[in-house]
């Protein structure tokens, strides 16, 4: 069995990223987690199937598989160690970031009940509110990402508050603290789709929030070669989401868990690069002539930049802006980049830009994506691990061709 430290809860989430909480024994000694890949997990006897079956009949647990579905090892140590980062009691893994929001959210959901969610969210979340929960007798309010809006808008049978904090692209931050305190005057149950944020750069669940939620197909995950999603909390609430997850499926595949696994190892590491990355980008970016507007929460410029300072421990590598200039413009800029791939996504290796309009929102009314903000000029940058001078070498570069 292998040493168990007396104090790891006082690690730092890069050191929890590489040893968890609780060390497991693996088979030959193995160092890494061992890729499980199996559907299912047999019995040696009918005798052995008979006892398990009654023990959890009694709801006594007497072995732990039984089927794919129901839980894998590789996936449940990735599990422990998401939780320990997060400083969560539980985490349950999804196949990816959208299955985690859409089943937390039916896990929790309830016929004539009201969810608001925070405008400027993940196109699919979006969607998911806007379309799909009236369906479910659901109702649903969309409004500004600040604690009083989301006051305004609790209603009698309001039982859901949903958050990101950053929003994306434009990186408002909420102030978890005081739509916390409104949830608990108001018995509200609060989620938060942290995923921009990480749980590296914020703690919303130290901050009272009950369920926090990140796709990890992004920072957490890290290399752009995987779709995960996760949802983190109390034991109990995970419990529920769990049961659902039993149900439904969208479990990621063990070789997934293994590849996330391997990402938090150097989760510490990549978070502290991102967010020198974003800073350093961000500024330049906001002193170039050819610039309109940046967001990045490290800018004193950012209208949330006091709530940001406050809660969050750095800003991460997303950065948003306005070019001067109109479509054709902004198309050269990115037709120019060298090292930036056009792809959505984000807090992967490579660095990643997507003009917002035409990537996230082509489908949507030319005068709706100006009333959501999506102008023709609109930029998103998801910066990778490539060395800041050549981040910013190329961006000057590009910029110079316009
Ligand atoms: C990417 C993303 C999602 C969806 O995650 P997938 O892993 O792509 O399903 C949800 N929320 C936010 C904020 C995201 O960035």
Redesign the pocket.
Known sequence: MAKKPANPKNWKPATLGIHGLDRVHHAHFAVSTPIVHTSNYYFNNTQEVYDFMKAKSEGRVIREHEYGRYGNPTQEECERKLAAVEGAERAVLFS??????ILTLMTFMRRDGHIIFTSD??R??RDFAANLLAEFGIQVSMVDPTAEAIEKAIRPNTNIIFT?SPT?PYLRCLDLEAVVKVAKQHKVMTII?S??ATSYNLKPLEMGVDVV?H????YLGGHNDL???VSLGSDKLMNDIYRMQRMIGATPGPLTCFLLERGLKTFGLRMKHHNEAGLAVAAMLEAHPKIEKVWYPGLDSHPDRAIAKAQMKGFGSVVTFLLKGDDAKTRKFIDALELFLIT???GGSESLVTQMWMMSFFDYPADYRKKIGMSDNLVRLALGLEDVDDLLADLKQALEKI
Do not use: F, H, R, W
């Open positions: 990816s970031g959208m299955s985690a929001v969210c993940y699919q979340t990101e994306n789709d995923t921009l939620i796709s990890a197909t992004k779709l995960a999603g959505p996504s984000l």
